[in-house]
């Protein structure tokens, strides 16, 4: 028992009072493996030769975690030089003491000062990580004290490089390791961005936001701003912490549906992010104490959101299972990195960027969740539509149903109202025939041949089940067969193409070729083997009819124009786009020509 106290014993003290000397040899590339001694200097006030009366009384490792203290700390350790070469650099692997002042006696105390705010052009081994250049002779030995000074927590990696191994190993890997997580997130922001342009969910704007101030935090957070010489805004950005976290409670909220599955503290869970936002403005008029209450309270909403998240999955929203894996790995490196600065665990890359490596994963998943909401919202929306459209039809077809059965109704009462007209037309016509037989004279026939040509128009349409068109053929032939049978004695070729015409040009037409017909049959009642000729021809886009006699004539100049004429005149202009004309060769030609599609396509536009 008492051999075994003597060991622990012997054990702590030598830690204790361990060897603080680094040895180089020919062996090694990097020395990060020894201790050190250090000293708190809560005032601020000590100088390197009040430093030199105190004792270092204690230890800690080269990685070194001392916590949060007042003041400044200062370093002590030895370097002894056994290889063959003489260049090193000494490098603390972080970037954000405001004080990092390097002391080494040469026939004088020599003062290298350096820190975060000293542009890089100043620096004397321009990195992002503050570092010094040592210079010793083979076998020469120097004790080195580090004055250190921030408002962050004090850790970092200690370490001694060969020079050449400093610039193209270390530095390069770890702001390589940066520069690709910045990418990964820069890109994951655009993508998203570009999403909520096209569908405008507050979801996809949340995200960016949050995925924004996490990108210039970490940027912060890696010294890499002293390139741009913008390290004088390092206590500013840090807003960028407090408005991450705002924006992740907004996008919690919307991903895990805080509005359907805790319906009573949807506005409540909302309502955390707004205290995120004012501390962030804070802090841009003092870093402390607004700094510490964003930490504190970082902690606690990610503990309620993982709480929420939790609960939501067993109300059904299993989705929320990538969410919670996500936060509680990002969260769980989180506080594994909170307590190594406060001294709780021991340096390690792990334990020093796995948040880091943990944020670019935990942003990654989120956007995947994102993508995933993208594409069940277009299979919802599918649905929709397809409920949407068979609705649509279903209504239409009951609609189409209903004009269906309007349109039986209208057809019949067209039917009703053109055999009422013809009926009237019949009636005038027999009270005229009537008068007519009465005064033993032909007088009235002309007039009752007009009104037996309009009275066939309705005739045809009481007959048919297109009221739009009129069957020009058809048509026509019935008021030839009715003028002729007035005149027994004239010959009546005609050549009618099958044409369908709109009604009231149908109407005008008839009214025209009977007054035309008329016209001649009446001025050529002596004339013998008297002969008619009718051709209605389509030629192109234009009707052309045409109606020749053998006649002799008259002259259109100097003949009085008789109510026959006039009607011809004014039933022409009636037909959109006519013209027509008499000519006096062999008899008596009247042409017309009328273009009905032209007054269609007018209406269509």
């Not at 594409?375 to 009951?398: A, G, W």
């Not at 009926?423 to 004279?441: A, P, R």
Request: with cysteine; hydrophobic share 40%.
């Amino acid at each position: 028992m008492l051999r075994t106290l003597l060991i622990l014993v012997f054990f702590f003290s030598s830690f204790l009072f361990a060897n603080s000397t680094i040895t180089i040899d020919n062996t090694k590339k990097f020395y990060d493996n020894f201790n050190f001694s250090y000293l708190k200097d809560e005032s601020s006030i000590l100088h390197i030769e009040d430093i030199l009366k105190k004792e270092f009384s204690k230890n800690s490792k080269n990685k070194f975690t001392l916590g949060y203290t007042k003041g400044s700390v200062w370093i002590k350790f030895s370097i002894e030089n056994r290889s063959l070469n003489n260049d090193f650099i000494l490098s603390l692997n972080e970037s954000f003491y405001e004080t990092a002042n390097l002391y080494y006696f040469e026939d004088k105390w020599i003062k290298k000062s350096n820190g975060v705010f000293n542009p890089i052009e100043n620096r004397e081994i321009r990195s992002n990580f503050l570092s010094y250049d040592i210079n010793l002779l083979e076998n020469e030995k120097k004790v080195f004290y580090l004055e250190l000074k921030g408002k962050y927590a004090y850790y970092g990696n200690l370490t001694l490089y060969e020079k050449d191994y400093f610039y193209f190993t270390n530095v390069m890997n770890i702001n390589n390791l940066y520069i690709f997580i910045f990418g990964i997130i820069l890109l994951i922001i655009v993508f998203n961005f570009f999403l909520y342009l096209k569908l405008r969910e507050k979801i996809y704007i949340y995200y960016v936001g949050y995925s924004f101030f996490n990108l210039i935090y970490m940027i912060n957070a890696s010294g890499i701003l002293v390139y741009v010489n913008l390290q004088k805004y390092m206590y500013d950005l840090l807003l960028c912490a407090s408005f991450m976290i705002g924006f992740l409670v907004l996008f919690s909220c919307e991903y895990l549906d805080t509005k359907t599955y805790l319906k009573k503290y949807h506005k409540a869970l909302t309502f955390v992010s707004i205290p995120f936002f004012i501390l962030g403005l804070l802090v841009l008029t003092s870093y402390q104490p607004w700094n510490k209450f964003i930490n504190n309270l970082a902690g606690l909403v990610c503990i309620l959101l993982i709480v929420v998240s939790i609960i939501i999955y067993f109300k059904g929203n299993h989705k929320s299972k990538y969410y919670i894996f996500a936060m509680i790995l990002y969260f769980s490196f989180v506080v594994l990195f909170t307590f190594t600065v406060a001294g709780a665990f021991e340096y390690t890359n792990i334990t020093r960027y796995g948040f880091l490596v943990a944020s670019a994963i935990e942003v990654t998943i989120f956007s995947l969740m994102l993508a995933n909401r993208y594409n069940d919202r277009k299979e919802q929306i599918q649905l929709y539509l397809e409920k949407e459209v068979e609705l649509r039809t279903n209504s239409l077809s009951i609609s189409n149903t209903k004009l269906s059965s309007l349109i039986k109704e209208r057809e019949l009462l067209l039917k009703e109202v053109y055999h009422r007209v013809k009926n009237n037309f019949h009636m005038i016509i027999g009270m005229l025939w009537f008068e007519n037989k009465k005064n033993n004279n032909n007088e009235l026939d002309e007039l009752i041949n007009r009104i037996k040509s309009m009275s066939l128009v309705h005739e045809y349409l009481y007959r048919i089940d297109d009221f739009t068109n009129v069957n020009i053929y058809e048509y026509l032939n019935k008021i030839v067969t009715n003028i002729r049978m007035g005149y027994k004695d004239v010959i009546f070729d005609s050549s009618i193409d099958n044409i369908k015409i709109e009604f009231d040009n149908a109407m005008s037409l008839g009214v025209i070729i009977n007054e035309a017909i008329t016209n001649s049959m009446k001025h050529n009642k002596d004339t013998k083997d008297f002969k008619i000729e009718m051709i209605l021809k389509k030629e192109e886009d234009n009707i052309c009819l045409i109606l020749e006699d053998n006649g002799k004539g008259f002259d259109i100049n100097n003949s009085n124009e008789g109510l026959g004429l006039k009607l011809i005149k004014q039933f022409s202009k009636k037909l959109p786009n006519s013209d027509f004309k008499y000519s006096f060769e062999n008899g008596v030609k009247f042409e017309l020509l009328f273009n009905e599609n032209e007054i269609k396509k007018d209406i269509k536009e």
